[in-house]
């Protein structure tokens, strides 16, 4: 019987982690921004101007990754970065006009559907399954794992962009991505061909 429920949960979970995928998929076409950036953007929107580190700690993901994300909406122009004026090491992200804008307009970064559902429920429904999911994130013995990888929950999913970023924070494989996303142009670390 043990066997059973083991199979039925990681169907489960296999369920959620493709229903996350194309989200994050959908995310990237209809808005041009992968899962992770619409966190940080909405982030940003909400508790800034906010510091860089502060927005890696509120999403869970590394510094470095935050950084990459913040190089990419600043390039776009959704967030503008400023420096302290007492201490010029101090740097802050602030959303612009148009990152507020695509914030208001852009759906949740998870399902619509999800989201009314769990709305519907009673509050005390929607806190056990935020402590269900809390205690399988325990038993997996998952807590220091990433958020970018709840995100987007496989490579073949990531955008290069999310790739991009990824790679750039350390937190994947080169060959990997480089087999998965042949069109990315990937370089090879250095002292590799």
Not at 17 to 23: E, G, K, T
């Amino acid at each position: 019987m043990v066997r059973q429920i083991e199979e039925d949960i990681l169907r489960a979970l296999r369920r959620i982690s493709r229903a996350i995928d194309l989200h994050s998929r959908k995310l990237v076409n209809d808005l041009g921004l992968t899962g992770p950036q619409l966190v940080v953007l909405r982030t940003i929107a909400r508790v800034g101007p906010v510091t860089p580190s502060t927005v890696a700690r509120e999403v869970s993901l590394s510094q470095a990754t935050v950084t990459g994300i913040i190089d990419r909406l600043s390039g776009r122009q959704l967030v503008t970065r400023e420096r302290s004026d007492r201490d010029r090491r101090l740097v802050t992200v602030r959303v612009t006009a148009a990152g507020q804008a695509l914030v208001d307009s852009a759906p949740s970064p998870l399902q619509d559907r999800f989201v009314e559902r769990l709305a519907a429920l009673p509050n005390a429904e929607q806190e056990r399954i935020r402590e269900a999911l809390d205690r399988i994130v325990v038993m997996m013995g998952s807590e220091d794992v990433p958020a970018a990888a709840v995100l987007s929950t496989s490579s073949a999913a990531q955008s290069p962009e999310e790739a991009k970023d990824m790679l750039a924070a350390g937190e994947t494989d080169v060959a990997v991505l480089a087999e998965i996303l042949p069109g990315l142009n990937i370089p090879a670390p250095d002292g590799e061909e």
